[in-house]
């Protein structure tokens, strides 16, 4: 099946400095992309949607400037956590799809601790 | 904005016991799919459905989606250990798509 891949898996970093995850499908053309964030014990809740070529469309409530999201290709979107907090310490997840309406498939999912 | 909500939150059964969760959209999807995440985990993808009125079986889970494209239900006949999860409904709405808040299946031995 389609895999998507996320990296890192893991990732701690001092309070007031910038992370950036990857999100990249390998077998397939991500028209599309999703990334989420998932608190314990929570549903996940969807931050922006990416579309290839375009600017991201941010879900009321996500910073735009702290959340930058890329997606410069087919096969690759970035979220970059800028000046991160402690509060932003959570589980992002990012998905992906050829095109509306097809099978969406997830990462692995990124761990951010800001200390 | 568009809301996805899913019901019960958590439930605990004993292994045998049948189980089912809910999904409501306030609006017309055009596609539900469903996922299991386990703890830990990411979300797996269990199963899409685009049809009005769809029934789709997979051993011994059953997903239905609603005749309106606005509901969807998951549920799972004699469940056993492995069937320990989060299950997620995630609605569609091309280029949109949110997940339910999630059922926690517990199953006792």
């Known amino acids: 099946g389609a895999v998507v891949s996320q990296h890192p898996s893991w990732v701690i970093c001092k309070s007031g400095t910038s992370v950036k995850i990857e999100c990249r499908s390998l077998?397939?053309?991500?028209?599309?992309m999703f990334w989420y964030r998932q608190f314990p014990k929570q549903s996940l809740m969807l931050m922006a949607t990416?579309?290839?070529?375009?600017?991201?469309?941010?879900e009321q409530g996500v910073e735009k400037d702290k959340f930058l999201i890329n997606h410069a290709s087919l096969t690759l979107s970035t979220l970059t956590v800028t000046s991160a907090h402690p509060e932003d310490s959570s589980f992002y997840i990012c998905?992906?799809?050829?095109?509306?309406?097809?099978?969406?498939?997830f990462g692995e999912g990124s761990w951010l601790t800001v200390v | 904005g568009q809301q996805v909500m899913q019901i019960p939150q958590y439930q605990h059964v004993q292994e045998g016991e049948d189980f089912t969760t809910y999904c409501n959209s306030s609006?017309?999807?055009?596609?539900i799919q469903w996922y299991k995440q386990r703890p830990g985990g990411h979300p797996v993808f269990l199963i899409q459905?685009?049809?009005?009125?769809e029934v789709k079986k997979q051993k011994r889970l059953t997903f239905q989606f609603g005749e309106a494209k606005k509901n969807s239900s998951l549920h799972i006949t004699a469940t056993q250990t492995t069937d320990v999860g989060t299950y997620f409904c995630?609605?569609?709405?091309?280029?949109?798509?949110?997940f339910g808040s999630g059922t926690k299946l517990n199953v006792k031995p």
């Open positions: 077998d397939f053309q991500a028209t599309t």
């Open positions: 459905l685009v049809k009005s009125g």
């Open positions: 995630a609605g569609d709405n091309f280029n949109k798509f949110y």
């Open positions: 998905s992906a799809r050829a095109g509306p309406g097809n099978t969406i498939y």
């Open positions: 609006t017309t999807l055009s596609n």
């Open positions: 990416s579309n290839e070529g375009s600017k991201a469309t941010y």
